[in-house]
């Protein structure tokens, strides 16, 4: 029998798949060393990035993490020590007003409120093992960064683990850990979350926690120039696209600096403006709790009201993403103009490059609005191309030839504006995905069918168009290279029109179909439902605690209908909301760039897109 | 003397009745509920901290395949776990098993990969698992896939692009694993060289053993299989099953298979287990400092190989859930000292202890946090004229006294519990993040149980005894089982290492005897 034993002994000297801290046939849970994930997560997680499925493993891998690369005060035993309850967390008292009025929830639902605190808060049920899961999804991020500033959220979402007035150094981690969970934190382009998974008799505990992380900061500058040190010591996003380019998908200037470099004048900031900025960056009006666990969502709202009961009653103040310069209030949004075709309100609103112009829809038929080109005729940038209309583009190779698609009605649609910036070799259309788990779904989808797209007649044998998405939760951007064609807008523009409304509207709804099958999959689990949940956009959501189907908040239900990818990301058809990516040596002096394939470029020698296929 | 006509009609009657039998072994199998024995109530402790699986649906395919069915009702997922047992295989050549399982596992992943699964292959004592993960949805064709994967009749090109795989994956073999398998060996009278793996040894693997063995271990009366799914027993798809994997048709009813779980998992007691009241001693009779003293076995590595350490263990009885939750409690406390592992299987216990040799100072000098006491017996140790010379023995001798004083020592109520809940929370935490995956547990339910009824609740009782231990016992537990100078006899030590002089360093802690390149 005990020959076995010894293969054990061998299998965790080989690394078969198991090795001490990985478990082991003896049962040696991995993380119950709690010295795995000792420390673990702060800097192992927002090293891992984003995701914006929130599937990767970005947090959980953080369990492997040194402790000495940012996770100060974390216990370094293999088992923490302060495994004891925290004496001052307050119990579980009567439940008040919202908890009365809690709707009776289906085993699909999800209950939503706003407490008075304006923190969002978040409830679903997992009753697979007794596990629970809580984020705190804090919505800023290096995007808001002050210029003078670059880093500073990064460094100031590390700071928050340095303790306050309730909280010790570490506590929040070491808290986690004694209950054999793990911590993580990560780090996106637009919101910060504090990830934990705990066993449900802990939950309790880490709730307390978090009504605690976002109080009363301590200000300190020996403490604030350590934390500095820790941030730099992250690795950079995983992303695919570099920061400028980002800036520049988006429209927003802000995501145009590496966010993982703290800039040498942090340093200098006084105690004052430094906590003034957490104030401001980091409130629970800010923020989103949700949790998952095993227990009834009535129950878990019992728990959480009381322990922000004592916070003063605050607006909420969350600023959705928007792609472009569209970036204003959620009260004020305005859909892209793919459906409805009115100009961009305010295109230098937000600092971004103004709007190219708006298209209409490749499945409309009726001719382009007059007024729609009117209006999409803001300044644009002497990089921008001329609009497409037929016969007036500037470009024969970037204008659709009404020829090679005699299937589909006559489109207008502007060319895609064009932005020297990346290090590809070959050009990269570009889209902003609106930060919401339906667009990032859809986009998705879209993706995995354009890879999946079969040659057209009277297309190349070499062509290929691939894509990826640059995830983030808030800030993810669909990325298109087309490798040998001839006139890859056209290419593109004939592949985006068969998707649609086309042959392949059968693929797409494949797709959208398989990738629902994925989420689900995904939200199986405490952490990843959590994760979904918490990039969710609230919209419409008030003090009295409301049922919410998960799969229509987490961007599943959309799926079931193509239709609803028009409603959802309309700039998603359009090349003229796309931003197409060029190597900046390749622009000629006045002159518009080319977007099409360049000598030197032929088939097979396209650069492929780093990381693709990451995200589809 | 039987005549021609007798004889056609013995033989037409064996043809019938084995027609019969076949026929019959085809028959749509019987699904029962898995009986279970003392699940303890669902206290709120205790449901914290082990799965709330209902009673497992269990059935005997006609292939003779036995499945444990887990309903999560209305999961999106589905967790496959194939368990194919090693033990009973000791004429297959070295690494023969490991390259089957990787086989099983890469040709696994290629039918299934479409349908977004994930594969995993791990090691358990005495078996491989191979565990396929995806969606619910997509249970019949990933279900296809695995008998599609082993129903292979030719597997000889999978098997060679396994054998390469797996020897490109070894690392070295190092002093640890020389080490530990040599310690096992001692402890359970085997050959350790036996369960050494390295490279040269996989990629000498010539294709009909690793055919033999594909022969030996994928077979359908031997394995196992667990599945957790969103649904009770998908009888299409086990028929299905059952059919690809039927190993020839009409025989595959011929012969006898185990019903039991732990039967097909565990293999019967040998080796010194079954010499009578040696039995009790469970491994060698020794004790490491005390009497009588155990050799200190010594590798003598070459030089260019890196590592010196020392290794010592024993294997304990553990017949009761109160004892297997004592030496895992007792193990976890001491963790937080020292390297030391705990492997349980069934009613035994694998204890080693790892510490490294080193050429510095006492661990009670290096560590800032040790408290007075710890300090004041130092200063008397190193009163001691009886302490070794050399400084690696001088350490090595530190961190034994210190280890079994440690062990001697009662443990703080509020500590055991923080240290109960730490692992029972763990596991639940970890089996989460890999996917909730109950198959998972299940396996580890089946190690600790004694009988098939007591794998439901395995994890909860193991859960209840571990909370509910008393500091006395703990400590009573410790001085008998893990005091390795004055506790029960059955300690062996092993040290591996390259430096030239080592045996005479060590000699003077105590008899060293070298060991061969085979031990």
């Known amino acids: 029998m005990l020959s076995g034993l010894t293969h054990l002994a061998v299998a965790l000297g080989l690394g078969l798949g198991l090795s001490p801290a990985a478990g082991g046939p003896g049962g040696e849970p991995p993380s119950a060393s709690g010295a795995s994930a000792s420390g673990a997560s702060a800097s192992g997680a927002s090293a891992s990035g984003e995701s914006a499925s929130g599937e990767s493993a970005s947090g959980e891998s953080a369990s492997g993490e040194s402790p000495s690369t940012g996770s100060p005060g974390a216990s370094k035993s293999a088992a923490p020590k302060s495994a004891a309850p925290k004496s001052t967390a307050p119990k579980n008292t009567a439940p008040k007003s919202a908890a009365s009025q809690v709707p009776d929830l289906a085993p699909d639902q999800a209950l939503e409120v706003v407490l008075e605190c304006g923190l969002r808060l978040l409830v679903a049920r997992d009753r697979t093992l007794p596990v629970a899961s809580v984020v705190l999804a804090v919505e800023s991020g290096p995007e808001d960064d002050p210029e003078e500033y670059p880093g500073l959220v990064h460094a100031l979402a590390y700071y928050l683990l340095q303790g306050n007035r309730e909280l010790r150094p570490g506590e929040s981690i070491d808290t986690v850990h004694a209950g054999g969970g793990v911590a993580s934190m990560a780090i996106g382009l637009s919101q910060v979350r504090y990830e934990s998974i705990i066993p449900a008799s802990r939950l309790e505990e880490v709730l307390w926690i978090e009504s605690q992380r976002l109080r009363f900061p301590i200000i300190r500058d020996t403490i604030w120039k350590k934390t500095i040190g820790w941030a730099a010591g992250d690795s950079r996003r995983p992303g695919i696209l570099p920061p400028a380019a980002l800036a520049a998908v988006h429209r927003t200037p802000g995501l145009g600096h590496d966010s993982r470099r703290p800039g040498s004048s942090m340093a200098s900031l006084s105690d004052g403006a430094l906590a003034s900025q957490l104030r401001t960056r980091f409130n629970y009006a800010r923020a989103t709790l949700v949790v998952v666990a095993p227990n009834e969502p009535r129950e878990v709202l019992a728990m959480v009201q009381p322990l922000f009961a004592d916070l003063p009653g605050t607006q909420r103040k969350v600023m959705r993403r928007l792609p472009g310069a569209r970036a204003v209030s959620a009260d004020s949004q305005t859909p892209p103009a793919a459906v409805d075709p009115a100009p961009a309100e305010d295109p230098a609103a937000a600092g971004g490059t103004p709007e190219v112009g708006d298209a209409a829809s490749p499945a409309d038929t009726a001719a382009p609005d007059p007024a729609a080109d009117e209006g999409s005729g803001a300044p644009a940038t002497s990089d921008a191309p001329e609009p497409a209309t037929p016969g007036a583009a500037g470009d024969d190779a970037t204008s659709p030839d009404p020829a090679e698609t005699p299937a589909e009605p006559a489109v207008v649609e502007p060319d895609p504006e064009v932005v020297p910036v990346g290090p590809h070799k070959l050009p990269i259309y570009a889209w902003s995905v609106p930060g919401d788990p339906a667009s990032n779904a859809w986009a998705t989808a879209f993706c995995r069918t354009l890879n999946r797209q079969r040659r057209g007649r009277g297309e190349p044998k070499a062509l290929r168009v691939s894509c990826a998405i640059d995830s983030d939760p808030r800030r993810s951007a669909m990325l298109i290279q087309v490798v040998g064609a001839e006139e890859p807008l056209v290419t593109l523009r004939e592949r985006i029109a068969r998707l649609v409304s086309g042959r392949d509207r059968g693929l797409l709804r494949a797709q959208a179909k398989s990738l629902a099958s994925e989420l689900r999959f995904v939200a199986h689990r405490p952490l990843g439902l959590a994760r979904q949940l918490a990039i969710t956009a609230d919209d419409d959501v008030g003090q009295t605690p409301v049922a919410r189907p998960i799969e229509e908040l987490t961007g599943v239900t959309p799926l079931g209908d193509v239709a609803s990818l028009e409603e959802v990301f309309p700039a998603l058809l359009h090349l003229g909301e796309a931003v197409v990516l060029v190597r900046p040596e390749t622009e000629g002096k006045g002159k518009k760039i080319k977007t099409d394939q360049r000598p030197g470029d032929g088939p097979g020698n396209g650069k492929k897109i780093p990381g693709e296929g990451s995200g589809t | ?519």
Request: proline letters at 6%; hydrophobic letters at 45%.
């Open chain 2, 1 to 519: 003397m039987i005549t021609r006509r007798a004889l056609m009609v013995i033989a037409g009657t064996a043809g019938l009745g084995l027609s019969l039998g076949a026929c019959k072994r085809r028959e749509m199998p019987k699904v029962e509920l898995l009986d279970e024995d003392g699940t303890p109530p669902e206290t709120e402790a205790i449901s914290a901290l082990a799965p709330p699986w209902p009673p497992a649906e269990r059935v005997v395919l006609s292939n003779d395949l036995l499945v444990h069915w887990l309903t999560e009702e209305a999961s999106p997922a589905i967790h496959l776990r194939l368990l194919l047992p090693t033990h009973g295989q000791e004429e297959l050549p070295r690494g023969a098993a490991a390259v089957v399982a990787e086989a099983v596992a890469i040709e696994l992943r290629r039918w299934t990969q479409r349908y977004g699964t994930t594969v995993e292959l791990a090691s358990r004592v005495d078996r491989y698992e191979i565990a396929v993960h995806g969606q619910g949805s997509k249970m019949d064709a990933i279900v296809a896939g695995l008998g599609r994967v082993v129903a292979i009749q030719e597997p000889e090109g999978l098997l060679v692009r396994a054998r390469d795989a797996v020897a490109a994956g070894l690392p070295a073999l190092d002093a640890e694993v020389l080490a530990l398998t040599a310690l096992v060996g001692i402890l359970d009278d085997r050959d350790p060289a036996r369960e050494r793996l390295s490279k040269e040894t996989v990629a000498a693997l010539e294709p009909k053993e690793m055919i033999a063995a594909w022969e030996a271990l994928v077979d359908p009366k031997r394995s196992m299989l667990v599945v957790h799914a969103g649904r009770p027993v998908d009888e299409r798809s086990m028929t299905r099953l059952a059919k690809a994997w039927s190993r020839g048709g009409i025989l595959s009813g011929i012969g006898k298979a185990d019903e039991q779980a732990i039967a097909r998992l565990r293999p019967a007691p040998q080796g010194r287990a079954v010499r009578g009241k040696e039995a009790e001693r469970s491994g060698s009779e020794w004790r490491l400092r005390g009497s009588p003293k155990a050799p200190l076995h010594l590798l003598e590595l070459a030089p260019e190989e890196r590592g010196s350490l020392l290794v010592l263990g024993r294997i304990m009885p553990l017949p009761t859930v109160e004892d297997r939750a004592r030496a895992r409690l007792a193990q976890r406390i001491l963790q937080e000292e020292v390297d030391a592992r705990l492997t349980i299987v069934g009613d035994r216990g694998l204890f080693v202890v790892k510490a490294q040799i080193r050429n510095g100072p006492p661990p009670s000098d290096e560590s800032s946090g040790k408290d007075a006491k710890k300090k004041d017996k130092k200063k008397d140790k190193d009163k001691d004229k009886d302490a070794p010379k050399d400084p690696r023995a001088a350490y090595l001798v530190d961190v034994l006294d210190e280890t079994r004083e440690f062990l001697r020592a009662r443990a703080p109520r509020l500590r055991l519990a923080q240290a109960a809940e730490l692992w029972l929370g763990a596991r639940m935490v970890q089996a989460s993040l890999t996917g909730e995956d109950w198959t998972a547990l299940w396996s580890e339910s089946i190690d600790l149980s004694m009988n098939e009824g007591e794998i439901g609740g395995a994890l909860a009782r193991d859960a209840q005894a571990m909370l509910a231990i008393d500091p006395e016992e703990l400590a009573e537990f410790s001085r008998k089982w893990l005091d390795f100078d004055g506790g029960e006899p059955g300690w062996a030590w092993v040290a591996a290492s390259s430096e030239p002089d080592i045996a005479k360093a060590l000699g003077q802690i105590a008899k060293v005897t070298p060991l061969g390149d085979g031990v």
